[in-house]
T-cell receptor, first 111, second 114 residues
Framework: SQQGEEDPQALSIQEGENATMNCSYK?????LQWYRQNSGRGLVHLIL?????REKHSGRLRVTLDTSKKSSSLLITASRAADTASYFC???????????FGQGTRLTINP | DTEVTQTPKHLVMGMTNKKSLKCEQH?????MYWYKQKAKKPPELMFV???????INESVPSRFSPECPNSSLLNLHLHALQPEDSALYLC?????????????FGPGTRLTVT
């Protein structure tokens, strides 16, 4: 399986701190996406980074991709209580035309 | 309108019942997906429809039967389910089934099989 593995499984930080989540995958990819899921709800797309990109920003989000190490990281700066959610990376195997989600990181922001 | 809607929000059914989950999008997306998600686990792909044709079936048991009546609607027909089928069922859509497109998810149907 080329499912992404995420680290840590759970993360608890204080409001205002930065949160970093990591994703590793096994096979070559075309792109990698990050999604957020609030408890028991649908997923929301956060950002997509292509295999030829190394870093991408969107608001308080910063995503990096290292294809040589088959890993990606998601940084959320100046965290807020509303950032409390599960975060999943999703990868595509080249040619598979489907996404496979990692195990996810459960992020808790404490006020 | 960037919304994917799913009905019902919650469903409780017995193992002998027949029920259907419904999903709708009006974004003009040509790919639609069904995922199954167990608690504290990632979504697992079940089916992909592309241009109203079934393009991926991830070896899902036949007690789950998908249907795409038109480009905006996706159904999942359920029959003779097992308690282990209890899960959150998520529908998603994207512009095309190419993985370079983001997927838009509905809020899900929480299914309990008794």
């Amino acid at each position: 399986s080329q499912q992404g593995e995420e680290d840590p499984q759970a993360l608890s930080i204080q409001e205002g701190e930065n949160a970093t989540m990591n994703c590793s995958y096994k096979t070559s990819i075309n792109n990698l996406q990050w999604y957020r899921q609030n408890s028991g709800r649908g997923l929301v797309h956060l950002i997509l980074i292509r295999s030829n990109e190394r870093e991408k920003h969107s608001g308080r989000l910063r995503v990096t991709l290292d294809t040589s190490k088959k890993s990606s990281s998601l940084l959320i700066t100046a965290s807020r209580a509303a950032d409390t959610a599960s975060y999943f990376c999703a990868t595509d195997a080249q040619g598979a035309q489907k996404l496979v989600f990692g195990q996810g990181t459960r992020l808790t922001i404490n006020p | 309108d960037t919304e994917v809607t799913q009905t019902p929000k919650h469903l409780v059914m017995g193992m002998t019942n027949k029920k259907s989950l419904k999903c709708e999008q009006h974004m003009g997306h040509r790919a639609m997906y069904w995922y199954k998600q167990k608690a504290k686990k990632p979504p697992e792909l079940m089916f992909v429809y592309s241009y109203e044709k079934l393009s991926i079936n991830e070896s899902v048991p036949s007690r789950f039967s998908p249907e795409c009546p038109n480009s905006s609607l996706l159904n999942l027909h359920l029959h003779a389910l097992q308690p282990e089928d209890s899960a959150l069922y998520l529908c998603a859509s994207s512009q095309d089934r190419k993985s370079s497109y983001e997927q838009y998810f509905g809020p899900g149907t929480r299914l309990t099989v008794t």
